[in-house]
């Protein structure tokens, strides 16, 4: 089993690779607008450990990469299901990562669905499932998020920023920063401000882009063309 330490080497090594390909994106449509750049992704089920985790002694501060971890994919996928039902919502295919968020030396499971009922022009939810004793529990539902997703050096109230992309059907494709409250993350992406550049530069990835993404996308945007932004539901 890789240690801790090699891991730590191995996401120090990819941050910046996609970091890097942010920047790239915002220099050639100005500050904020962001082109997709296609990753390897894989359609379905956890994805490995991803090395995040804020210093909870830092609160609104830079917060530093200390632990990682794994999801169970069996009480995920019930969590994911129980949040379906209780949505009313159609079943979905999704990406999910894992990544400790909030410091607590638990990673959290972020899960992003890319079924019709979940997506519109502008992008798919993006849902923040809490590790619990026994399972899952949902903790944030954010609308209208594009891959890539980030976690930023900052934090507040003790949970990391997210860094997503947001836009499209005639709306600026971004790059935007979703701050955390006592009510969780920010429900929708498009109303929220352009991420920092310098936050972009130093943002650990969670999830990336893929083709799969982006065709999926633009089939569903051909079948919500009444529906320009998906709705906080």
Known sequence: MMSRRAMFRTAKRSRPLLAASFLA??????CGNLQSEPESMTSSG??????????RGADNGSASVAYAGSVDP????????????????????????AADLNGDGKPEAVVLFTGQDWCSKTGCS?????????????VSHIVNVRPAV????????GWRDLIVKTGGGGAPI???TIAFSS????????????ADSGAVAGAAPILQDSPSFQAALEQHAGQTAGQPQ????
């Open 25 to 30: 994106a915002m220099a050639s449509t100005g």
């Open 174 to 176: 971004r790059a935007v």
């Open 150 to 157: 980030l976690a930023a050096p900052l934090q507040q109230s």
């Open 74 to 97: 069996a009480e995920l996928a019930k969590a994911i299901e129980r949040f379906r039902v209780t949505k009313q919502r159609q079943q979905s295919p999704y990406e999910t990562a």
């Open 183 to 194: 009510r969780g993350y920010a429900s929708n992406a498009i109303v929220q401000p352009d």
């Open 46 to 55: 956890p994805q490995g450990p991803t090395m995040l985790s804020p210093n």
């Open 230 to 233: 998906e709705q906080v539901r």
């Open 126 to 138: 993006l849902v923040i499932f809490q590790s619990q004793e026994f399972g899952f529990r949902p």
